[in-house]
T-cell receptor, first 112, second 115 residues
Framework: EDKVVQSPLSLVVHEGDTVTLNCSYE??????LLWYKQEKKAPTFLFML??SGIEKKSGRLSSILDKKELFSILNITATQTGDSAVYLC????????????WGAGTKLIIKP | EPEVTQTPSHQVTQMGQEVILRCVPI?????FYWYRQILGQKVEFLVS????????KSEIFDDQFSVERPDGSNFTLKIRSTKLEDSAMYFC?????????????FGPGTRLTVL
């Protein structure tokens, strides 16, 4: 069965700390891995990763994919209270062509 | 910036009633999706739609569900006879190109409560 597993399930840190969120997957017909940030409602897109070893960066956020070990990490440096959210990992793949298989998310709380 | 919109933002219905959730995808997008998220659980894929037909659907998307693009702008999800377990946030998404070579943009969601 295709699955995406995120860890930890929740994380509480202080402002200014650096956090690393993990996503491992077992998905047939892997195409890409995506990271989303979900605050109150809809997930907002952060990164799409398709190639191993290439870091994607956006401000204080960065992410990298390891297709051999089947995982990705999302790093957030110098965290701010506005980074508090659920971070979702999703993998495009599976038996069909247009499906996303979602992880359960990591709930990140940044304390001032 | 163009965005996906959904209406209503919250709908409360009685078990057994039909509901229609509405979405207006981004205007030049060709691929449309519905997802749901039961409170506290992970986001689940329901269905994808392209060229006026279903491309993919999950096991959740049974005969009680249907999707339609009734005109050039709306994309609807109908639940024929709602059950308590249909209570969830329903997200619509759209993308410009095939599959996920392009980013899926999500709407704000409709919270469905079935009593």
């Amino acid at each position: 069965e295709d699955k995406v597993v995120q860890s930890p399930l929740s994380l509480v840190v202080h402002e200014g700390d650096t956090v690393t969120l993990n996503c491992s997957y077992e998905v047939t017909n892997f195409r890409s891995l995506l990271w989303y940030k979900q605050e109150k409602k809809a997930p907002t897109f952060l990164f799409m990763l398709t190639s191993s070893g290439i870091e994607k960066k956006s401000g204080r956020l960065s992410s990298i994919l390891d297709k051999k070990e089947l995982f990705s990490i999302l790093n957030i440096t110098a965290t701010q209270t506005g980074d508090s959210a659920v971070y979702l990992c999703a993998v495009e793949g599976g038996p069909g062509n247009y499906q996303l298989i979602w992880g359960a998310g990591t709930k990140l709380i940044i304390k001032p | 910036e163009p965005e996906v919109t959904q209406t209503p933002s919250h709908q409360v219905t009685q078990m057994g009633q039909e509901v229609i959730l509405r979405c207006v995808p981004i205007s030049n997008h060709l691929y449309f999706y519905w997802y749901r998220q039961i409170l506290g659980q992970k986001v689940e894929f329901l269905v994808s739609f392209y060229n006026n037909e279903i491309s993919e659907k999950s096991e959740i998307f049974d005969d009680q569900f249907s999707v339609e693009r009734p005109d050039g702008s709306n994309f609807t999800l109908k639940i024929r006879s709602t059950k308590l377990e249909d209570s969830a946030m329903y997200f619509c998404a759209s993308s410009e190109r095939r599959g996920l070579t392009d980013t899926q943009y999500f709407g704000p969601g409709t919270r469905l409560t079935v009593l």
